[in-house]
């Protein structure tokens, strides 16, 4: 066992402990899988990370990602919270205004807007769910089929189940059956449109390419949608703000029309959080996540 530099990060906030907490160990190098693990099992948080050096010539650090219950290829929060880390233990990137993470999923650029940091959301591939695995998962949920306005499996490395409700006061009210979400061993996002006196989303689409605002500047509270994360197939019954899963639901809800190409999202409400999730798809049709973060804790451990 070794001292290592330490830091928990709070995500998608800007005042501490209203977002997501993630433990990031900033010196990983010399662990093996199981150590990882059983600290990421201790720590009892939805993620913590681990730094390493690249393997990759392009990237600045490697990070891995385990939550309780085993590792992740990619997750959103762990990409913002682990790059905050990073650069302020005195991490500098090779290209300058531009970070490259590696990550069992691939190469994820990370920029600065403004003061915030944003990544390039991976891929997504999505796939209409099995009328079974929807019925079951209504079932959990408590939700009639009346209020599912669509659904899809959203993979981005990891694999939501995604379901856009009637609004957001029935994604507020949901009470899971989270044994039940647990036997059926999927991921569950869920998301609602809070009702609004605009144009329709097609509408606001085409102004948002007009006027190509800053999006450093969407920082109001003008919320376009309430999300919800239920995962206890991996020990987490909710997650209090979820990058991985907004990111998908951004490529498919902005793709199909319900959602203009810059929106906030909200998520840990539920949780007594208040997360805040800034989202834009820019010219090129790259979707981009971004969020505040804030060091809590910072110091050491012996690992």
């Not at 929060?77 to 790059?83: Q, V, W, Y």
């Not at 044994?179 to 809070?194: D, F, H, N, S, T």
């Not at 090129?284 to 505040?292: A, I, M, P, T």
Request: charged share 20%; glycine share 10%; net charge negative.
């Amino acid at each position: 066992m070794q001292t290592r530099p330490f830091k928990q990060v709070d995500v998608f906030t800007a005042k501490p402990y209203a977002g997501n907490p993630l433990a990031v160990v900033l010196d990983g190098t010399g662990l093996d899988d199981a150590e990882m693990q059983d600290f990421a099992r201790w720590t009892n948080l939805s993620e913590t990370t681990f730094l390493l050096p690249p393997t990759e010539p392009s990237a600045d650090y490697r990070v891995r990602i385990f939550t309780p219950g085993g590792e992740l290829p990619f997750a959103g929060h762990p990409t913002l919270g682990s790059c905050h880390a990073w650069l302020e233990a005195g991490g500098r990137p090779r290209t300058s205004g531009r970070i490259v993470q590696q990550c069992a999923n691939g190469l994820v650029p990370i920029r600065h807007e403004g003061e915030r940091l944003v990544f390039a959301a991976p891929p997504s591939q999505r796939s209409a769910p099995s009328p079974s695995l929807l019925a079951k998962v209504a079932g959990a949920l408590g939700l009639r089929a009346q209020q599912i306005v669509a659904a899809q499996l959203l993979d981005n490395g990891p694999v939501w189940l995604g379901l856009l409700l009637a609004d957001a006061d029935t994604v507020l009210a949901l009470k899971p059956d989270h044994r039940a979400l647990k036997e059926l061993g999927q991921k569950v996002g869920v998301a609602g449109i809070p009702p609004r006196d605009v144009e329709p989303a097609t509408l606001l689409i085409a102004r948002s390419n007009r006027e190509a605002r800053a999006f450093a500047q969407s920082g109001s509270e003008d919320i376009g949608l309430e999300v919800r994360a239920f995962a206890a197939p991996i020990g987490i019954e909710e997650d209090p703000v979820t990058g991985s899963l907004n990111a998908s639901l951004a490529q498919w809800l902005i793709a199909d029309g319900y959602l203009p190409e810059r929106y906030l999202a909200a998520q840990g409400q539920c949780l007594g959080r208040s997360g805040r999730v800034h989202v834009m798809r820019d010219g090129e049709g790259q979707v981009w996540v971004g969020g505040d973060s804030v060091t809590c804790i910072d110091g050491k451990l012996t690992l």
